[in-house]
C-alpha cells in the first residue's frame, strides 16, 4: 500500500510563497510520475502540475505556468511544488497524487492520493 503524505501548507498574503511537499511511502517511487491536484471550496477538483518519474519533464496548468514549480527527489520519495506569486484565486485544498505511469499523465491516470495540506492566500 502506498501513502502519500502532504505538508507546508498555511496562510499566506498575497504575492507571497509557500513549499509544498509531499513524502511517499513505497519503494517503487521513482518508477512513477507524480502530480499535484487542488480543489477550492465548492468547485472541482483541478490539475496543477506534473511531474515524470526522472524530473526531467514537467506540465502546468495555465493558471500557475511562470508560478509554481514542480520537483522530486527521488532519493528521498519526495515531490515539492514550490509556489511563488501567490493569488486569492490559489487558495485550495492541496493534493498530491501518484501515476500509474511514468512519464506525464493524463488526468485520470493516478491511482494514490495523499489527504491534502490547506492553502489560504489573504487579499
Known amino acids: 500500500q502506498v501513502q502519500l503524505v502532504e505538508s507546508g501548507g498555511g496562510l499566506v498574503q498575497t504575492g507571497g510563497s509557500l513549499r509544498l511537499s509531499c513524502a511517499a511511502s513505497?519503494?517503487?517511487?521513482?518508477?512513477?510520475?507524480m502530480g499535484w491536484f487542488r480543489q477550492a471550496p465548492g468547485k472541482e477538483r483541478e490539475f496543477v502540475a506534473a511531474?515524470?518519474?526522472?524530473?526531467?519533464?514537467?506540465d502546468y496548468a495555465d493558471s500557475v505556468k511562470g508560478r509554481f514549480t514542480i520537483s522530486r527527489d527521488n532519493a528521498k520519495n519526495t515531490v515539492y511544488l514550490q509556489m511563488n506569486s501567490l493569488k486569492p484565486e490559489d487558495t485550495a485544498v492541496y493534493y498530491c497524487?501518484?501515476?500509474?505511469?511514468?512519464?506525464?499523465?493524463?488526468?485520470?491516470?493516478?491511482?494514490?492520493w495523499g489527504q491534502g495540506t490547506q492553502v489560504t492566500v489573504s487579499s
Open positions: 497524487a501518484r501515476s500509474v505511469v511514468a512519464d506525464i499523465p493524463a488526468p485520470s491516470e493516478y491511482d494514490y
Open positions: 511531474i515524470n518519474w526522472s524530473g526531467g519533464y514537467t
Open positions: 513505497g519503494r517503487t517511487f521513482s518508477n512513477h510520475a
